[in-house]
């Protein structure tokens, strides 16, 4: 079955940078995009970017252009976000989801989320 | 950027009741429209893809419609295990937009 595992919560300070990881199974890895999304307490979704596997093409949203980066390592079908120069305003829980691909345009799995912590 | 605004914002439903919720785009987005539902605490799952198309497990209950701008989603008969947050989402260009979302809870 498709599954998409998340790593652990992490607490940061300003200024800092973090990078979570969301580890596939169950699929063929390049076949699906992996998108990344986070939300806020209490809030609700916003979606961050998505990266391609098979080239390693990425989209991210403006709101985040310039401090995210999104990679992917094929050998262990695992993706990567990394968020760069954190702010208090970063503090969410961050999901990874299985989507777009060159014939589905929707997120049909997702991790189970990563708390992300911003504070001094 | 393609806005997305559901309505309502939350609501007040009874086991066996008939639930509508709407979901509105800023231009028309055809078909490309997706629901999630999500618990507290939990991660979104995926309802609807495509406006009307049930995703794989979800019960016949939830259906959505729509084209263009306007969309719903409705379940027939609100049972216990659906009281939750539910999203629209529009996946017709990047950047991904989510509704706000609406929450259906116990009356």
């Known amino acids: 079955q498709v599954q998409l595992v998340q790593s652990g919560p992490e607490v940061k300070k300003p200024g800092a940078s973090v990078k979570v990881s969301c580890k596939t199974s169950?699929?063929?890895?390049?076949?699906?995009?992996i998108s990344w999304v986070r939300q806020a307490p209490g809030q609700g979704l916003e979606w961050l970017g998505w990266?391609?596997?098979?080239?390693?093409?990425?989209n991210s949203a403006q709101k985040v252009q310039g401090r995210i980066t999104m990679t992917t390592d094929t050998s262990t079908s695992t993706a990567y976000m990394e968020m760069r120069t954190l702010r208090s305003d970063d503090k969410a829980v961050y999901f990874c989801?299985?989507?777009?691909?060159?014939?589905?345009?929707?997120?049909?799995?997702w991790g189970q989320g990563t708390l992300v912590t911003v504070s001094s | 950027d393609i806005q997305m605004a559901q309505s309502p914002s939350s609501l007040s439903a009874s086991v066996g009741d008939r639930v509508t919720i709407a979901c509105r785009a800023s231009?028309?987005?055809?078909?490309?429209l997706n629901w999630y539902q999500q618990e507290p605490g939990k991660a979104p799952k995926l309802l609807i893809f495509?406006?009307?198309n049930l995703h794989t497990g979800v019960p016949s209950r939830f259906s959505g419609s729509g084209f263009g701008t306007d969309f719903t989603l409705t379940i027939s008969s609100l049972q216990p295990e659906d009281f939750a947050t539910y999203y629209c989402?529009?996946?017709?260009?990047?950047?991904?937009?989510f509704g706000q979302g609406t929450r259906v809870e116990i009356k």
């Open positions: 989801a299985r989507g777009p691909s060159y014939s589905t345009s929707f997120f049909d799995y």
């Open positions: 169950g699929y063929s890895f390049n076949l699906y995009g």
């Open positions: 990266i391609n596997p098979y080239n390693g093409a990425t």
């Open positions: 231009q028309s987005i055809k078909n490309s």
């Open positions: 495509e406006t009307s």
């Open positions: 989402q529009q996946s017709y260009s990047a950047p991904y937009t």
